[in-house]
Nanobody, 125 residues
């Protein structure tokens, strides 16, 4: 059974920090790019950060550059999002996503991807 389980969310004051974790199981973790998305009420889901295994490439939304850091530990099947200098506009449900790397995708059928259930992050004084 494929599972992505996020943890580490909660309530934090502006300027504070949180570290989110996403534990993966049921698939070959190293074959998937990992990403964090977030969605606030009434807003579209947006990509926050992503990381690949091949080449160690990362990318970030402009709104979080310099504040958030994505990392992964393939030995632990876990991806992390370190969030510093948090702002009220960072408040959202944060979701973990796994998408099969293009090197392993044959181009037939639906490209495998998986989602976690989300974890709430609230930044408020």
């Amino acid at each position: 059974q494929v599972q992505l389980v996020e943890s580490g969310g909660g309530l934090v004051q502006p300027g504070g920090s949180l570290r989110l974790s996403c534990a993966a199981s049921g698939f070959t973790f190293s074959m998937y790019a990992m990403s964090w998305y977030r969605q606030a009420p009434g807003k579209e889901r947006e990509l926050v950060a992503s990381i690949t295994s091949i080449g160690g490439s990362t990318n970030y939304a402009d709104s979080v550059k310099g504040r958030f850091t994505i990392s992964r530990d393939n030995a632990k099947n876990t991806v992390y999002l370190q969030m510093n200098s948090l702002k009220p506009e960072d408040t959202a449900v944060y979701y973990c996503n796994a998408r099969l790397l293009s090197a392993y995708y044959g181009g037939l059928g639906r490209r495998p991807d998986y989602w976690g259930q989300g974890t709430q992050v609230t930044v408020s004084s």
